[in-house]
């Protein structure tokens, strides 16, 4: 999930010079989909009808809001086990909280340190075969036995990558790194790297990188251009990257790593990035939407029949001066099996978790979620 900060976009700036300046805007040409091209497309807001596949929340009843009792920091990814519990990353925190399917607290995962089974950097958390809870903590994995309702510490893992996202499918698991300059993958002279990684479970060997990074002439610009999330998706044996800064989606082949489609959402307002060269000196610039108007994707939710939920977060500020914003919610719904897509709703809240019979949404701040189940008739 990714956090969205207007008064950061609006000041950025990693190094700027104002005279003599070469300047590159990005996302380019290169990058982004060109729907004349096969596998490759630009979804608009044409409402479709996907009758089969309506999840609306009033066919929901309200059960529980979770995060009071607990303070919350920051909600930054949620995982549900086959038992209903649920498993919830608290950023700000660097924890895990774990509650029941009926949303009574369980026990808290982790604590903020350097130590085995300790988060300075968990970004994500996945499940593997409902036994293991892996969560994500830059140069780690802390492994976690859930198979019992007890839950305990198993190991670090440590890898030689930079992780942002991890996801599983039977017995693997998928990272996507970022840092990519400072993990050693990529050289100032490359105009690319690999992103995504496969490792067999339980032993994390390592058996495939794949995945084209965004593609630049700096080094710099390919590494911050492609940080974003991952998930798995078993129905259709696919891989689902979403960039955190571009608005760009792509999906991957579990078979064989092939990229199978390259998608972008029409008439959204990400950022610009503005690239400046001054006597061979690289420097980056946010240049934020005329309009006022910031759109961020969150992390895409797996829905029935192949199909994932892509939610935009659009704010747009109606005070300049003291960056008062005010917040909605468009959801696309996608296939995962060819990228194609149509624009589903604006009713809907932010929802990080579906399945035939519950959701889990969050509040505006990220900070409270609310399990929802389905009625019975």
């Not at 996202?165 to 050289?187: A, F, K, P, R, W």
């Not at 991957?252 to 060269?277: C, H, R, T």
Request: glycine share 6%; aromatic share 10%.
């Amino acid at each position: 999930m990714n956090k969205f900060f207007i008064p950061l976009v609006l000041s950025l700036l990693l190094s700027f010079c104002n005279n003599n300046n070469e300047s590159r805007i990005h996302p380019n040409s290169e990058n982004i989909p060109n729907p004349e091209l096969e596998g490759e497309h630009i979804i608009n807001k044409k409402i479709n009808d996907f009758s089969n596949l309506d999840f609306s929340s009033d066919q929901y009843s309200f059960t529980e809001t979770l995060g009071d009792e607990r303070n919350i920091g920051f909600i930054n990814d949620v995982e549900v086990d086959k038992s209903g519990r649920i498993f919830v990353l608290d950023d700000r925190q660097q924890k895990v909280l774990v509650y029941s399917s009926e949303g009574d607290f369980l026990q808290a995962i982790g604590r903020r340190g350097q130590g085995p089974g300790e988060l300075s950097y968990a970004k994500s958390i996945t499940l593997y075969q409902d036994s293991l809870l892996l969560i994500s903590n830059r140069f780690r994995i802390e492994e976690y036995d859930i198979s019992s309702d007890s839950i305990s510490f198993n190991r670090t893992v440590n890898f030689e990558i930079s992780i942002k996202s991890i996801c599983t499918t039977n017995e693997v698991l998928y990272i996507h790194n970022l840092d990519v300059l400072d993990s050693g993958q990529m050289s100032s002279e490359m105009r690319k790297t690999n992103m995504l990684h496969e490792f067999t479970l339980p032993q994390y060997s390592h058996q495939s990188t794949f995945g084209e990074s965004y593609i630049s002439d700096s080094p710099v610009i390919v590494d911050r251009l492609t940080q974003g999330d991952i998930i798995c998706d078993p129905y259709n044996n696919m891989l689902i990257y979403i960039s955190d800064r571009v608005n760009i989606l792509k999906g991957y082949s579990l078979s064989n790593g092939e990229q199978m489609w390259k998608s972008s959402i029409a008439d959204l307002n990400f950022p610009k990035i503005e690239e400046i060269v001054t006597d061979g000196s690289p420097g980056l610039k946010i240049l934020p939407p005329e309009n006022d108007i910031f759109d961020n994707f969150l992390k895409p939710v797996l829905i029935k029949d192949g199909f994932i939920l892509v939610q935009v977060d659009r704010r747009e500020v109606v005070e300049r001066e003291s960056l008062e914003s005010k917040s909605s919610i468009l959801s696309y719904l996608i296939d995962a099996k060819t990228g194609k897509g149509h624009y589903y709703s604006d009713k809907l809240d932010r929802m990080l978790y579906f399945s035939e019979n519950s959701i889990i949404e969050v509040n505006d701040s990220f900070t409270e979620l609310e399990i929802k189940y389905k009625e019975t008739q």
